[in-house]
């Protein structure tokens, strides 16, 4: 099964309305990256918090990190229609020492003009 | 500088057949990773080489492979193509290995199998 797990898998707003994105894992880890992907498309970076921080900002977004409960939310604010992606968390599982990224299946977002 | 860049962007191929993709990491990044996306799946990691060495592995069947040149390309294949093979295949490429370091992704090859 999936290391993450991102709620809700969809997600629709209207532009200016804020987006919050969860993620949930199941073993430990060392960091724990967010990334979006537009339609079909490679995906590209959006923040990595590791497993000390419990905060992190990149312009309109703020990632939170809890590890006492296995889970992180991405937030968004004043949404653009731009922000219309698929976005995902991915960890790197350690299962017996070996660096596994492990992604989740994703939220869907789509924003209205 | 330029963005990791894949080859070919589409490719059509049909059961049995092998097919070979390739990655061009950004310059100076030393890792290269493999995924397969799938509706079904989602993203799963295939595996990650670092300086010309398979670092780390996904739960993959043999007939996934792949090697990593001197200039950091990399290379993956598929032999004995099955329909379930088809996908979007990104690569990514970072600094460091092991997960460290962020990984920046390529456009992704469209592979399908008939």
């Known amino acids: 099964s999936q290391q993450g797990e991102e709620d809700p898998q969809a997600l629709s707003i209207q532009e200016g309305e804020n987006a919050t994105m969860n993620c949930s894992y199941k073993t430990s880890i060392n960091n724990l990256q967010w990334y979006r992907q537009n339609s079909g498309r490679g995906l590209v970076h959006l923040i990595l918090?590791?497993?000390?921080?419990r905060e992190k900002h990149s312009g309109r977004l703020r990632v939170t990190l809890d590890t006492s409960k296995k889970s992180s939310s991405l937030l968004i604010t004043a949404s653009r229609a731009a922000d219309t992606a698929s976005y995902f968390c991915?960890?790197?599982?350690?299962?017996?020492?070996?660096?596994?990224?492990?992604f989740g299946r994703g939220t869907s977002l789509i924003v209205h003009p | 500088k330029a963005g990791v860049t894949q080859t070919p962007r589409y490719l059509i191929k049909t059961r049995g057949q092998q097919v070979t993709l390739s990655c061009s990491p950004i310059s100076g990044h030393r890792s290269v990773s493999w995924y397969q996306q799938t509706p079904g799946q989602g993203l799963q990691f295939l595996f990650e080489?670092?300086?010309?060495?398979?670092?780390n592995k996904g739960n993959f069947p043999g007939r996934f492979s792949g090697r990593q040149f001197s200039n950091s390309r990399s290379e993956m294949n598929v032999s004995t193509l099955e329909l379930g093979d088809s996908a979007l295949y990104l690569c990514a490429s970072s600094l460091g290995t092991g997960g460290t370091d962020t990984q920046y992704f390529g456009p992704g090859t469209r592979l399908t199998v008939l």
């Open positions: 991915a960890t790197d599982a350690l299962p017996g020492g070996s660096y596994i990224p492990t």
């Open positions: 080489y670092f300086s010309e060495t398979q670092r």
């Open positions: 918090i590791r497993s000390n921080e």
